[in-house]
């Protein structure tokens, strides 16, 4: 089976201006036809407003671009939502599902975010299903407990292999320059890749697995050699251009 190609994604959560999304995106743009060929598939997840705008920005680059959240239907009367259709004709191939900060802010239970990731793919995304522990979760002994009931909630039954993804973001390492040690990823990622084989087998091996909570451009190297991950999710440092190229450059 061919390997995994890291996937390096840049989660822009509500950037401050559309200013600023659409310089970072030309930027990167830039850099990434002025490159050569990419060890890694690089992706930006801009808010809803600006996908359009950032798709063409990179048109031709061979950056990806993806969203930040969708709703469960393909269409109907939810105001304020967007479907995983909707997103896919902006110019979106990704969506980021169930990250912490929506579970938090909108109660996702594990349910709607497999409703979710389920409308992803029907509508032709990949979905990045995030996963993670909290602090407290994490002192009590529960991490791969709690990792492993958020993963199988939130996986679409028919899910399988490469047009799937998962990011596991411990909540307390996100937006706090704190992360887990590389043994501590290794042994979340290594139980992940294991659940995954239970539930759809040898596909398993094609689906990449993200780290995500305060990497960096320093912590990057490290943290992309660690067994089992297949990219990062990158929120903060992936608002500077320079920061968020030079994690894509660390990929092995
Ligand atoms: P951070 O955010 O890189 O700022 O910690 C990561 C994320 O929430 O996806």
């Known amino acids: ?43 930006l997840c801009p808010p809803a407003t600006l996908i359009r705008q950032v798709s063409e920005a990179v048109a031709g680059s061979g950056l990806a671009v993806g969203g930040q959240d969708c ?9 304020g939502d967007v479907s995983a259709v909707l997103l896919a004709e902006a110019g979106c191939s990704f969506v980021i599902v169930g990250h912490s900060e929506r579970r938090r ?21 990949t979905p990045i299903i995030c996963v993670g522990e909290s602090e407290a979760e994490r002192d009590a002994g529960e991490t791969l407990a709690v990792v492993r009931s958020q993963l199988e909630g939130s996986l679409p039954e028919d899910a399988a292999g490469a047009d799937t993804a998962i990011a596991y973001e411990p909540v307390w390492a996100i937006g706090t320059a704190r992360t887990p040690t590389g043994a501590e990823i290794a042994e979340v990622h290594g139980h992940i890749r294991h659940r995954l084989a239970a539930v759809m087998g040898e596909e398993a091996q094609r689906t990449r697995i993200l780290y995500g909570g305060s990497v960096t451009s320093g912590n990057a190297s490290e943290i992309l050699a660690t067994a089992e991950v297949d990219g990062v999710l990158v929120g903060t440092a992936s608002l500077e251009a320079d920061a968020f190229w030079r994690i894509g450059e660390s990929c092995p």
């Open 105 to 125: 802010d909108h109660d996702e239970t594990s349910e709607m975010v497999r409703d979710k990731a389920a409308a992803a793919r029907a509508a032709g995304l």
């Open 71 to 79: 709703h469960a239907a393909p269409g109907g009367a939810h105001t």
């Open 1 to 43: 089976m061919a390997p995994r190609r890291p996937l390096i994604a840049g989660n822009w959560k509500m950037i401050a201006s559309s200013r600023h999304g659409l310089a970072l995106a030309a930027e990167l743009a830039a850099r990434a036809k002025g490159a050569g060929a990419m060890k890694c598939d690089m992706l």
